[in-house]
């Protein structure tokens, strides 16, 4: 334990080690998780998390460069879906459409995945910031 880190900061970095470990077995949620990686570098959820590590005294850099190069048309986003595409054409090709629905469903869960893994540390920055921010005095 040590008093600067938050222990839920490390729930994705381990989540990703370990789903890593069998890309054989879990290749469509592999992909559906990639998707939601680059996909949540578009809009406005980089942009408040660079604010967030700012306002922290963390360098953002990392954030603002993802940002940039997290576009559909060409970006990561695109290759990440043009993936999922052609593993999906694969699939349905070699196994018919039940098995591809099924792949596409363990690739959802993928996507779903980032999500879930990143709830403890999103609700303990809130719990951070709320206990760090200046609160005003009652005199009475």
Same mark, same amino acid.
């Given at each position: 334990?040590?008093?600067?880190?938050?222990?839920?900061?490390?729930?994705?970095?381990?989540?990703?080690? !370990?789903?890593?470990?069998?890309? /054989? &077995?879990?290749?469509? $949620?592999?992909?559906?998780?990639?998707?939601?990686?680059? =996909?949540?570098?578009?809009?406005?959820?980089?942009?408040?998390?660079?604010?967030?590590?700012?306002?922290?005294?963390?360098?953002?850099?990392?954030?603002?460069?993802?940002?940039?190069?997290?576009?559909?048309?060409?970006?990561?986003?695109?290759?990440?879906?043009?993936?999922?595409? !052609?593993?999906?054409?694969?699939? /349905? &090709?070699?196994?018919? $459409?039940?098995?591809?629905?099924?792949?596409?469903?363990? =690739?959802?869960?993928?996507?779903?995945?980032?999500?879930?893994?990143?709830?403890?540390?999103?609700?303990?920055?809130?719990?951070?910031?709320?206990?760090?921010?200046?609160?005003?005095?009652?005199?009475?």
């Amino acid at each position: 334990n040590h008093p600067n880190f938050i222990d839920s900061a490390f729930d994705i970095p381990v989540y990703l080690m !370990a789903i890593s470990k069998f890309p /054989s &077995a879990f290749l469509p $949620e592999l992909l559906g998780l990639n998707m939601a990686i680059e =996909i949540s570098g578009l809009g406005r959820v980089y942009l408040r998390l660079s604010e967030e590590l700012r306002f922290w005294g963390i360098q953002s850099a990392i954030v603002d460069v993802h940002t940039s190069i997290d576009n559909l048309s060409s970006g990561h986003s695109a290759l990440a879906i043009k993936a999922i595409q !052609a593993y999906l054409d694969e699939v /349905s &090709a070699c196994y018919g $459409e039940d098995i591809m629905q099924t792949h596409w469903r363990r =690739i959802y869960t993928g996507y779903c995945s980032l999500q879930t893994a990143s709830n403890r540390f999103k609700f303990s920055l809130i719990g951070q910031y709320l206990l760090k921010r200046p609160r005003a005095h009652n005199n009475y």
